[in-house]
């Protein structure tokens, strides 16, 4: 049985800090294998339970990263059972191995972390930032940091995740701790000139960004990328892509949008990477705020792997309830409740259940039962409210809306979700809802509407005139811009 040596340690500390950045970078199934190998190597020794430790960390997340989130998991128990056994753990190791333990059960729907105790609460630093006494310990904060950050965002715990990845202390699209120029850690060596985890860290930034309608944040760490002395990897720049992809989407430019969800596409497409999947869900979330319900569906399907495998719980739940809608939609409700007799156990995940709750819903209303479709979109409403998902309540919202029988009521609630719709950015559900508005008021000239019913081309010309503009001047702006 190998025994347990300083340089064994060291190697398990090169290995844990190196991982991001190379499964970034390249084939994460093959440095999950590289360092299983590892793990074989160092054995179960009771002297050598902090390498295993930090190896099996390094594994969940190739693993994760690989998207293999079962196996992901699996590590994670790992961890925790190799920390059990090691004496003298640090602090900050400790964390470190319940952050992934959380953060891997938000993606693969397992409970090790409820069985074992571990609390999101209870694993959150207490101070600003990682005022720590060594790099190696700001390391293990800034690596921490990340396993709650992405822990919190795939639960929908964004100001949570927020406060984590502010507390970090770095500048929009920094890829490199925050430690001093040269500052060497405990063996001598200089810390690495780009941090994984403070690259993966900007990455939730930007994920964070897009879905609080903070588009401009995210090409602000895509040009800190750009900027960066060091190679940031590809897939990073097309996570950024991505997101503004999805930004042209959520605005309505269907031409900027199709421009740049076809580069991405051509990209990612057939990488299984959790960035390059990741990215095509973006690509698949724009497609359905466009209103291109089928071939949404259809990339999903695709990218998502048998079983939709290769998405986290939460992206598995929301890419369902595209599915199963666009089969429901193009009349194939036999198929569109298989795929619901599938997915319903991901509703017994608070995160999940909204999405299962439509497809429900769509499903209910496609066979004729409003009263029961408008019951699933309220109750869906709430499950969004829940976990401060604005967006997808607002879409709840509209879908109860565009069910209800009394037109004077449907369209004041479809007017105020256009307005609230406008004040939050979200041009695809305000365009959505105003046109269902003015379709209802069409035929009855009492209902009263504002600017935010208006269409796109209407907004645009009422925007023009408050500038002052003539209307031959409009006609020659807008035909110019055309």
């Known amino acids: 049985m190998a025994r347990s040596t300083d340089r064994d340690r060291e190697q398990a500390r090169v ?81 470190m191995v319940g952050a992934v333990v959380l953060m891997t059960d938000a993606m693969a729907g397992t409970a090790n972390a409820s069985r074992r105790g571990i609390t999101l609460p209870a694993l959150l630093p207490g101070d600003s930032g990682p005022r720590r006494t060594s790099v190696r310990a700001r390391r293990d ?11 919190a965002l795939s639960v929908a715990e964004f100001d949570v995740a927020e406060q984590l990845i502010e507390g970090a202390g770095l500048a ?7 430690t001093g120029d040269g500052e060497p ?14 690259l993966t860290l900007q990455l939730l930034r930007a994920r964070l960004s897009a879905f609080r309608g903070r588009a401009a944040q995210a090409r602000v760490i895509g040009e800190g990328f750009a900027a960066a002395d060091v190679a940031v990897p590809e897939r990073a720049f097309l996570v950024i892509d991505a997101i503004a992809a999805y930004d042209h989407a959520q605005a309505g430019d269907r031409r900027a949008f199709e421009r740049a969800a076809a580069e991405v596409l051509a990209r990612a497409r057939d990488d299984a990477n959790y960035l390059s999947v990741g990215s095509c869900l973006y690509v698949g979330w724009g497609m359905r705020t466009l209103g291109q319900l089928q071939a949404s569906a259809a990339l999903l399907t695709a990218i998502g792997g048998p079983g939709l495998a290769r998405c986290k719980l939460w992206d598995r739940a929301f890419a369902s309830e595209i599915i199963i809608t666009a089969a429901a939609q193009r009349g194939d409700l036999l198929r569109a409740e298989e795929l619901l007799a599938e997915a319903t156990a991901l509703s017994s ?47 709840g919202r509209h879908l109860h809306a565009s069910l209800d029988p009394d037109t004077r009521r449907a369209a004041a609630a479809l007017r105020r979700i256009a307005s609230e719709a406008d004040r939050l950015g979200i041009e695809s559900v305000r365009a959505l809802a105003a046109r269902d508005w003015r379709r209802l008021s069409a035929n009855d000239p009492s209902i009263v509407g504002d600017i935010s019913v208006l269409s796109s081309r209407e907004r645009e010309i009422a925007a023009l005139m408050a500038e002052g503009h003539s209307n031959p001047a409009i006609a020659r702006l807008r035909g110019g811009s055309g």
């Open 172 to 178: 929009p699209g920094q890829v490199s701790a925050p």
């Open 185 to 198: 850690d405990a063996t001598g060596a200089p810390p690495a000139r780009i941090d994984g985890a403070a």
């Open 141 to 151: 904060d800034l690596l921490t940091r990340y396993l709650l950050a992405e822990a």
């Open 15 to 95: 290995a844990l800090d190196a991982t991001l950045v190379s499964v970034f970078s390249g084939d994460a199934a093959d440095h999950l294998s590289r360092l299983q190998g590892m793990l074989d190597t160092v054995g179960a020794d009771p002297d050598a339970a902090e390498s295993r430790t930090r190896l099996a960390v390094a594994a969940a997340m190739a693993a994760v990263i690989a998207c293999r989130f079962d196996v992901a998991a699996d590590y994670a128990a790992c961890a925790t059972d190799a920390a059990d056994a090691a004496v003298g753990l640090s602090v900050e190791l400790t964390r």
């Open 349 to 395: 995940h608070l995160v999940a259940a909204s999405a299962v709750t439509r497809a429900r819903g769509a499903i209910a209303a496609m066979r004729g039962r409003l009263e029961e479709a408008r019951s699933h979109a309220v109750a869906s409403v709430h499950l969004d409210e829940a976990v401060g998902s604005d967006i997808e309540a607002l879409r």
